[in-house]
C-alpha cells in the first residue's frame, strides 16, 4: 500500500504542496488541506492577508504523522503518542490562530475511523463546518488523549462502530452473507 500512499509521504517530506505547510514538527505537519476550496491561493496571496479572511469560515486543516507505523486510530499506544497528540492539540489552534485569527476555542479537531487514507491524519475545521464529523465516524482528539490516559491500549481492545457506504466492498460481503441466511 506504500504506492498509493507516496502522495502523502511527498507532502510530508516536503516535495509536494510546499505552499500549503502551516506547522513542520519531528513528529507531524499541519497543512491547508485540500478541502478547503475557498482558501487564498497560497501560491499569490501572501500569507498576512490570510489573518482575518473571509474564507475562515470554511477552516479545514489537516495534521498528518510522519510515522508511517501509524495508519489509524487502532495503531495509538498511549505510551508512544500520547505527549505528539497534547502537543497536536496545543500548538496547531495556536498556529491556526496565528495565521488565520481564528480562536482555539472555535476548532473541532478530530479523527476518522475508518479513515479516507491509512496514513495517520487529524482535521482540524471551524466548529460551524460539520462536514466529515458525524458521531459514527469522527473522533475528538481530546477524546483520544483521554481515553489513553485511562489505557495505552485501549484502541486495540475497544469495539469501534462506524458507517459503511453501499458502495464498500465490506458492505457488499456483509449484505451477501445476510441474504444467505
Aim: proline share 4%; with cysteine; net charge neutral.
Amino acid at each position: 500500500h506504500s504506492g498509493s500512499l507516496s502522495w502523502i509521504q511527498n507532502v510530508v517530506h516536503g516535495r509536494k504542496e510546499q505552499e500549503r505547510l502551516l506547522l513542520n514538527t519531528e513528529h507531524y505537519i499541519l497543512n491547508i488541506d485540500t478541502k478547503w476550496k475557498s482558501h487564498p491561493n497560497p501560491h499569490t496571496t501572501p500569507r498576512r492577508e490570510w489573518h482575518s479572511h473571509s474564507s475562515t469560515t470554511d477552516l479545514y486543516c489537516l495534521v498528518i504523522f510522519k510515522d508511517t507505523h501509524v495508519t489509524s486510530l487502532r495503531d495509538l499506544r498511549g505510551t508512544i503518542h500520547l505527549p505528539i497528540l497534547k502537543s497536536i492539540l496545543n500548538d496547531c489552534p495556536r498556529a491556526i490562530q496565528d495565521i488565520y485569527g481564528v480562536a482555539p476555542d472555535q476548532l473541532r479537531i478530530f479523527v476518522h475511523y475508518q479513515p479516507q487514507f491509512y496514513a495517520f491524519h487529524i482535521h482540524l475545521t471551524r466548529l460551524e463546518n460539520e462536514m466529515g464529523c458525524q458521531v459514527e465516524r469522527g473522533h475528538l482528539v481530546s477524546d483520544i488523549i483521554q481515553n489513553l490516559e485511562s489505557d495505552p491500549e485501549y484502541y486495540q481492545k475497544r469495539t469501534i462502530t462506524y458507517k459503511l457506504k453501499v458502495t464498500d466492498k465490506l458492505y457488499q460481503l456483509l449484505l451477501a452473507e445476510k441474504q444467505n441466511v
